[in-house]
């Protein structure tokens, strides 16, 4: 997601997180002297990995109480 789609989330606990995962793989790949470019893709890989983690949780606990 880019972050005109993830501005456009009318849920603001779902754009929160998409925007701080968002702002951690950006942080990454500019991190060029801390993550050297063949780390890139597994620190993105993790990164997507704990955000659907975060976001399936959201998820269960939002519809949960609805």
Request: charged share 35%; aromatic share 10%; net charge negative.
């Amino acid at each position: 997601m880019n972050q005109e789609e993830i501005a456009a989330i009318q849920d603001s606990g779902e754009r929160y997180i998409r925007e701080k995962y968002w702002c951690l793989r950006h942080k990454a790949f500019l991190d060029e002297a801390g993550i050297p470019d063949s780390q890139l893709e597994a620190e993105t890989d993790r990164l997507d990995a704990l955000e659907n983690a975060e976001l399936q949780k959201y998820f269960s606990s939002t519809y949960r109480m609805q």
